[in-house]
C-alpha cells in the first residue's frame, strides 16, 4: 500500500495566486513526522516544511503553510503568492521512525 | 562545500558492468541515506545508515546492490552487472537529527546503463 498520495501529477497557477498541493497518507505509528520538498528542473531537493504529528498548529514557513488534518490523514501544501520560481516539482514526505517515504510529486508550473 | 557531496555527477555505462557512486555527508551528520529516482519519478528509498548501527537495507531491489559506510562518514553504493533498468539519478541525503526531519540531499549521480 502506498505511505504516501499525491493525487495531482500537474498543476498550473496563475503568478501571484495561491495554490494547493494535495498529500494524504497511510500509519498506524503515532508519531510521524511530515515534509514537503521541492525539486527544481536542476534536481536539488530543496527541504520547505515540517509537521510533526504531535504538533497543535499547522506549519508556516514565509510563503509556505501546511494544512494539517490529522484525523483526515492529509497534509496539503499551501503556496500563497506564487512566483515564477515556484515552478517546479513538489514532494510530500512521511517519516515513520527513521524510514522517509516520498510520494509521486505534483508538478507546480507558475504562469506569468 | 559544506553540502553533501556526490560523485560522479554523471556515469555511462554498458551493461554489465559494475559501478560504484559515492556520498560524501555533510560533517557530523550521523544518519545517510540512498533514494534512487528514476525519470519523472518520485524518491525510491534503498538503504540507510545511522551511526555504527546496521544499516537498514530493506530497500535495496536486489543483491546486486550493496552498500557501505567507512568511519561513520562517506558511504558508497556498489552495483554489480547493471542492467538498464538501474538507469536513474541515485540521490545521498544525510541528516544530523530526524526530529525536524530536514535531509539534506546531494545533487545526485545519475547513471545510464546502454
Known amino acids: 500500500a502506498q505511505k504516501i498520495t499525491q493525487t495531482q501529477p500537474g498543476m498550473f497557477v496563475q503568478e501571484k495566486e495561491a495554490v494547493t498541493l494535495d498529500c494524504t497518507y497511510d500509519?498506524?505509528?503515532?508519531?510521524?513526522?511530515l515534509f514537503w520538498y521541492k525539486q527544481p528542473s536542476s534536481g536539488e531537493m530543496i527541504f520547505l516544511i515540517y509537521?510533526?504529528?504531535?504538533?497543535?498548529q499547522n506549519a508556516t514557513e514565509g510563503r509556505y503553510s501546511l494544512n494539517f488534518q490529522k484525523a483526515r490523514k492529509s497534509a496539503n501544501l499551501v503556496i500563497s503568492a506564487s512566483q515564477l520560481g515556484d515552478s517546479a516539482m513538489y514532494f510530500c514526505?512521511?517519516?515513520?521512525?527513521?524510514?522517509?517515504?516520498f510520494g509521486a510529486g505534483t508538478t507546480v508550473t507558475v504562469r506569468a | 562545500g559544506a553540502g553533501v557531496s556526490q560523485s560522479p555527477s554523471n556515469k555511462v555505462t554498458e551493461k554489465g558492468k559494475d559501478v560504484e557512486l559515492r556520498c560524501d555527508p555533510i560533517?557530523?551528520?550521523?544518519?545517510l541515506y540512498w533514494y534512487r529516482q528514476s525519470l519523472g519519478q518520485g524518491l525510491e528509498f534503498l538503504i540507510y545508515?545511522?551511526?555504527?548501527?546496521?544499516?537498514?537495507k530493506s530497500g535495496l531491489p536486489s543483491d546486486r546492490f550493496s552498500a557501505e559506510r567507512t568511519g561513520g562518514s562517506v558511504s558508497t553504493l556498489t552495483i554489480q552487472r547493471t542492467q538498464q533498468e538501474d538507469s536513474a539519478v541515485y540521490l545521498c541525503?544525510?541528516?544530523?537529527?530526524?526530529?525536524?526531519?530536514?535531509?539534506?540531499f546531494g545533487e545526485g549521480s545519475r547513471l545510464t546503463v546502454l
Open positions: 545508515f545511522q551511526g555504527n548501527s546496521a544499516p537498514d
Open positions: 509537521q510533526g504529528s504531535y504538533d497543535q
Open positions: 541525503a544525510s541528516s544530523f537529527s530526524l526530529n525536524t526531519g530536514e535531509l539534506f
Open positions: 560533517s557530523g551528520h550521523t544518519a
Open positions: 514526505a512521511m517519516r515513520e521512525g527513521h524510514k522517509l517515504s
Open positions: 500509519t498506524s505509528d503515532p508519531s510521524y513526522g
